[in-house]
């Protein structure tokens, strides 16, 4: 079965129990269609095309409300209400509608399609509001006046989805009601750190409906709307939608016709933003005398390019003025020497507005250029961002000194700003001239998102927790991350790795280096931090993904003296206590103390994977044979005896066979200390269903051990 049915298949499987498409056929998922993500911001729309069922289409709650054919009234239960159609039509009612009104708004948790003249029927209900048991304002506390909007959280449509723990009829609210309020909470909490606006509205600040009409809201809902609605009505054989937020399928709905979907649409569209993680970020760098955290939002687009150009064959003591190599050279001559146009993206004039107000000088888009003078070792990466570059990097012409070739090569590492990528390649013909061709080595795209949001909002916190006097500022990387892939997904990325720098530190310069290394007192800062952003995270609710590639902690009198070990159980201390999903995958090395903290088996990830290269142990093969050698050592110094050189190897070699077998990731699965070795490349694949299935389980909260140490 191709990689997308099978994930339609899993994904109906799972999501059709749930989903309001009541007479949608469930068994035979081989009959729909799934189109392609259509993205917009973070989140991703897959259609789902299948037969659509002919006859009337029903009425929505909405629509039977407002034409005052159906009657949702109080019963004097929490949860619990009443519903009678007294119109002539059907009406589909979905779990997950919230009604407006009444003695408090309650979300409906059945589906059901409501006959004509139906007469009275219960139906299961949750408040989406609290301390209210009375009518807002001029409405009628005995019954509810509309149903313009959905459920928006993933957790509380589990919660309804659930069932009630006690019966309706005894008058208590069960332990699924309590869920649904704190999920309802949590709703408003993400909202006002999103949209950097309290959501909660004056009249009742525990109302979700209230929420759900707030203008700010509905004006950061409007874009993804006016994007994505026409999408869904442009086709008479869509029938339901699967969506993820940031690369996560949340859910699906699926109906028995087009026409009740196309209904449904538009209340169906909100969903919750929240944002994944990249690489590189959250490095300090002084400027000014003010510590400034940089915060990757944006990256530029790589095109990696082959250059040819060919020419006339022949000696080469005999004219040529057909050459290969004259033409190449030139046209690399003009590429290298070429000044680009200065673009200045959101991004990068963010940055630059932050550094004028860290050196007390007015910033100005007419010359941008003049701030890199005054910035320190960081200009060199903020300079590569105010413009698309194009680098020349390798050169391949000929054989032999006295044989022309008929053709020459070289590559160029080209790199354009996001919303730039036009321009860039129209500019770069010009400078090839018609006698040199181009071909791709590797092209991605570039990508830039707002510095703004849940997680960005987290990270900042953890970082100006750790250091008060800094500030943190976004800014757009010269290179590249996987936050390109992720992009496509519908996935905001942010770089965020917490380091504390020396102002005189070239850290952009370490990249590709010689010596990569960074302080340890820069990474004693990072560990910090980084216990303050898993604590937050828990509060949110968001599950982490170890991605592990470690030796170990640093050793040697420096890092020890400084406290490394320390640190490094303040991180363990955080990763041991944290309750959300924890996921646990090895690319590499995973040895000593850091496989430990970096959520090991013995800390019981819910799943732990490695790709089929990944070693893990307590000691790498080296180390432990080194170890040996050393005890060996000494054992012949206090003997008075020595050993040769052959003979040391000769000992260490067993040692770390022993150890390489043991840490394959084959010999893991085979004693079960992982779950599943997997091909890199269905990684993504089975890390979206690994978070869909952990979007299933109720939140817990998490308790924290001491820290301060």
């Not at 203008?215 to 999408?231: I, N």
């Not at 040697?556 to 003296?561: I, K, V, Y």
């Amino acid at each position: 079965m191709p990689g997308k049915w099978k994930i339609l298949a899993i994904l109906l499987s799972l999501c059709l129990p749930q989903c309001g498409g009541a007479h949608a056929e469930t068994d035979n998922p081989e009959g729909y269609r799934l189109s392609d993500p259509v993205v917009h911001g973070n989140l991703a729309i897959y259609f789902v095309f299948g037969k659509s069922r002919s006859g009337p289409v029903p009425l929505t709650l909405q629509e039977a409300l407002a034409r005052k054919v159906i009657t949702v009234r109080e019963t004097g239960q929490v949860n619990e209400l009443q519903v009678e159609n007294t119109g002539a039509d059907e009406v589909f009612i979905q779990s997950g509608d919230i009604v407006k009104g009444g003695q408090q708004d309650r979300v409906l948790s059945v589906s059901m399609l409501l006959p004509p003249h139906s007469g009275a029927i219960p139906i299961d209900s949750f408040c989406v509001e609290s301390d209210r048991w009375s009518a807002r304002g001029v409405e009628d506390a005995r019954t509810f006046s509309s149903a313009t909007a959905a459920l928006p959280s993933r957790s509380a449509k589990l919660a309804i989805a659930s069932g009630l723990t006690k019966p309706p009829g005894d008058g208590s609210v069960g332990t699924r009601q309590q869920e649904v309020w704190k999920s309802v909470a949590q709703i408003q909490q993400k909202l006002s750190a999103n949209l950097g606006s309290p959501v909660a509205a004056p009249r009742s600040r525990t109302s979700l409906q209230l929420t759900l009409e707030d203008s700010h809201l509905a004006g950061e809902q409007a874009e993804y709307v006016a994007t994505l609605q026409p999408k869904g009505e442009q086709s008479d054989e869509i029938v339901g939608y699967v969506f993820a937020v940031n690369g996560r399928i949340n859910s699906a709905d699926i109906y028995p016709s087009n026409g009740l979907f196309r209904k449904m649409w538009p209340k169906l569209l909100r969903a919750s933003v929240t944002e994944a993680i990249g690489e590189v970020g959250g490095f300090s760098t002084v400027i000014g005398g003010r510590r400034l955290y940089l915060l990757q939002t944006a990256e530029k687009g790589i095109a990696w390019l082959r250059l040819t150009a060919r020419g006339t064959a022949g000696h080469g003591s005999m004219l040529q003025p057909d050459n290969a190599v004259t033409e190449l050279a030139e046209a690399v001559a003009r590429i290298g020497r070429h000044e680009w146009p200065v673009r200045l993206t959101p991004s990068v004039t963010a940055f630059l507005e932050a550094a004028c107000e860290a050196l007390e000088i007015s910033f100005t888009r007419d010359d941008p250029t003049a701030v890199l003078a005054k910035i320190g070792p960081i200009a060199r990466m903020i300079g590569a961002t105010l413009t698309n570059t194009a680098n020349p990097s390798m050169l391949h012409a000929g054989y032999k000194v006295n044989v022309v070739p008929q053709t020459a090569s070289a590559q160029v590492d080209g790199r354009f700003l996001p919303g730039h990528e036009e321009e860039f390649f129209a500019e770069l013909d010009q400078l090839l001239g018609p006698g040199v061709r181009r071909e791709f080595v590797n092209n991605a795209i570039a990508m830039e998102t707002t510095f703004d949001g849940a997680l960005c909002d987290a990270m900042t916190q953890a970082l100006l927790r750790a250091d008060p006097d800094g500030k943190v500022v976004p800014y757009c990387l010269s290179g590249g991350t996987d936050a390109k892939s992720f992009s496509r997904l519908g996935i905001r990325c942010f770089g965020f790795t917490p380091l504390r720098l020396p102002p005189d530190l070239d850290f952009a310069g370490l990249f590709h280096g010689i010596d990569e290394r960074v302080p340890v007192a820069a990474l004693e800062f990072g560990t910090e931090v980084l216990d303050h952003f898993i604590d937050l995270c828990c509060k949110r609710n968001i599950p982490l993904l170890f991605m592990v590639d470690v030796t170990g902690f640093m050793v040697g009198r420096e890092a020890e003296e400084g406290g490394i070990a320390k640190h490094g159980a303040k991180m363990i201390t955080a990763m041991a206590s944290a309750s959300v999903p924890k996921y646990t995958l090895i690319i590499g090395n995973a040895y000593g103390a850091g496989y430990l903290a970096m959520c090991g088996r013995a800390f019981k990830p819910h799943a732990m994977m490695m790709w089929p290269h990944g070693r893990s142990a307590i000691m790498g093969p080296d180390q432990a044979a080194n170890t040996l050698a050393m005890v060996r050592d000494e054992a012949h110094k206090r003997d008075g005896t020595s050993w040769t050189d052959e003979e040391r190897e000769a000992y260490r070699a067993p040692v770390r066979k022993t150890f390489e077998d043991f840490a394959n990731a084959y010999n893991y699965a085979r004693h079960t200390w992982c779950d599943m070795v997997i091909d890199p490349l269905e990684t993504r694949n089975v890390m979206a269903l690994l978070l869909d299935l952990a979007g299933r389980l109720p939140p817990q909260e998490t308790e924290f051990g001491v820290f301060r140490m």
